[in-house]
């Protein structure tokens, strides 16, 4: 049998990557969509699924879940062929075919659109050893659902936005919320540092995480040990969920095998979203330009860009542009 080449595989399940594969379907290509996470929407779904987003035009209002779950919705409406907890490893040219490999099957194609924002993504995790069993229940690095938290004694580690803007947050539906900080000073925005010190969140600071085991006597529950940052004082809180928010580590590091040109950790694009290699375009956050923005409106704009070039280096005769998609329907 052979083997399936696609018209175009994306490389990352983010708002760009969604995106343009979609509007590659709506343009009648053949198309994979490779994510290395289980599930797809990238930064928005993955690390802020609670946050309201402001900025994406003709939705005044849309959290991160939402926003991808409407993504998703959109993609299904053409359908592609989805290849989830796939990270792509390495990208080889073979006879103009590009072969993908992959930690799973490879995949070939004839265009590549990269849109892997930051990278596979990883929590920066405690750094000491505890019970892996703490992590199915009791020890988290994301939110997923604010309901997991409600009703419960909850602590949050951290001292940026993102551990400020939970505690803010989380003490709206948890039972108690505590915010453990190394620092008297938070690296959160003012505005949120200034609702926190109006807020029922108790806050312990300056003290480290030094411990985290199951409770003796009631094993749903965690002891997490702190110690504070310059003294021998030991405290030791008992709550139901952790919530560690230390940020996260990114590799993009990958990308040096690929032979792309890049800026720093960003690939380096044309005005149509072109890489130095041929039939490779890159799209959203992993990509530079002179006045390139970081936002999912950009990275919107910029996946239509990669596919009509693409389409256009794949299929000249098809070399039409039709700005109203009503043309375009199924
Ligand atoms: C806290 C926070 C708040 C934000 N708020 C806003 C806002 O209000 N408005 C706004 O416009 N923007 C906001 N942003 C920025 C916005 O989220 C990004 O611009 C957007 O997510 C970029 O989309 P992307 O698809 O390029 O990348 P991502 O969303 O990072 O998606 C990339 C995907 O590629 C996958 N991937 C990575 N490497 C591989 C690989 N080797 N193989 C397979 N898959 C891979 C990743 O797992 C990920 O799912 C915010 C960002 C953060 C962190």
Request: proline share 4%.
């Given at each position: 049998?052979?083997?399936?080449?696609?018209?175009?595989?994306?490389?990352?399940?983010?708002?760009?990557?969604?995106?343009?594969?979609?509007?590659?379907?709506?343009?009648?290509?053949?198309?994979?969509?490779?994510?290395?996470?289980?599930?797809?929407?990238?930064?928005?779904?993955?690390?802020?699924?609670?946050?309201?987003?402001?900025?994406?035009?003709?939705?005044?209002?849309?959290?991160?879940?939402?926003?991808?779950?409407?993504?998703?919705?959109?993609?299904?409406?053409?359908?592609?062929?989805?290849?989830?907890?796939?990270?792509?490893?390495?990208?080889?040219?073979?006879?103009?075919?590009?072969?993908?490999?992959?930690?799973?099957?490879?995949?070939?194609?004839?265009?590549?659109?990269?849109?892997?924002?930051?990278?596979?993504?990883?929590?920066?995790?405690?750094?000491?050893?505890?019970?892996?069993?703490?992590?199915?229940?009791?020890?988290?690095?994301?939110?997923?659902?604010?309901?997991?938290?409600?009703?419960?004694?909850?602590?949050?580690?951290?001292?940026?936005?993102?551990?400020?803007?939970?505690?803010?947050?989380?003490t709206n539906v948890a039972n108690?919320?505590?915010?453990?900080?190394?620092?008297?000073?938070?690296?959160?925005?003012?505005?949120?540092?200034?609702?926190?010190?109006?807020?029922d969140v108790e806050q312990l600071?300056?003290?480290?995480?030094?411990?985290?085991?199951?409770?003796?006597?009631?094993?749903?529950?965690?002891?997490?040990?702190?110690?504070?940052?310059?003294?021998?004082?030991?405290?030791?809180?008992?709550?139901?969920?952790?919530?560690?928010?230390?940020?996260?580590?990114?590799?993009?590091?990958?990308?040096?095998?690929?032979?792309?040109?890049?800026?720093?950790?960003?690939?380096?694009?044309?005005?149509?979203?072109?890489?130095?290699?041929?039939?490779?375009?890159?799209?959203?956050?992993?990509?530079?330009?002179p006045g390139k923005l970081q936002?999912?409106?950009?990275?919107?704009?910029?996946?239509?860009?990669?596919?009509?070039?693409?389409?256009?280096?794949?299929?000249?005769?098809?070399?039409?542009?039709?700005?109203?998609?009503?043309?375009?329907?199924?």
């Amino acid at each position: 049998m052979n083997k399936k080449i696609y018209d175009i595989a994306v490389i990352g399940g983010g708002p760009a990557g969604i995106f343009a594969a979609y509007y590659a379907r709506m343009r009648k290509l053949n198309v994979a969509l490779i994510e290395s996470l289980p599930k797809l929407g990238g930064q928005p779904e993955t690390l802020y699924a609670q946050k309201e987003i402001y900025d994406v035009a003709a939705l005044p209002k849309i959290s991160g879940a939402e926003l991808a779950t409407s993504l998703i919705d959109q993609l299904h409406l053409l359908g592609c062929d989805e290849y989830l907890d796939t990270s792509v490893n390495n990208l080889k040219l073979d006879d103009g075919i590009w072969h993908i490999s992959t930690n799973k099957e490879p995949i070939d194609a004839k265009s590549i659109i990269i849109a892997i924002g930051n990278g596979a993504f990883k929590p920066r995790k405690l750094t000491f050893d505890y019970d892996p069993l703490i992590e199915e229940n009791n020890l988290s690095y994301f939110v997923n659902s604010i309901e997991e938290f409600r009703d419960k004694d909850v602590a949050i580690a951290g001292g940026g936005d993102s551990a400020v803007d939970w505690a803010i947050h989380l003490t709206n539906v948890a039972n108690s919320t505590s915010l453990i900080h190394r620092r008297n000073k938070y690296r959160a925005m003012e505005s949120s540092v200034s609702d926190l010190n109006k807020s029922d969140v108790e806050q312990l600071n300056p003290y480290i995480i030094k411990d985290v085991n199951f409770n003796q006597d009631d094993h749903e529950k965690i002891d997490v040990t702190l110690k504070m940052i310059k003294s021998d004082e030991i405290k030791t809180i008992t709550i139901d969920k952790l919530l560690v928010n230390y940020g996260f580590v990114s590799d993009t590091k990958i990308l040096h095998d690929w032979n792309l040109d890049l800026e720093g950790p960003f690939i380096k694009v044309d005005r149509e979203m072109e890489t130095n290699l041929p039939n490779v375009f890159a799209i959203g956050d992993i990509i530079t330009y002179p006045g390139k923005l970081q936002l999912i409106a950009t990275a919107f704009a910029e996946g239509p860009i990669a596919v009509t070039k693409a389409l256009r280096n794949m299929y000249p005769e098809r070399d039409y542009f039709e700005h109203s998609t009503s043309l375009f329907k199924q």
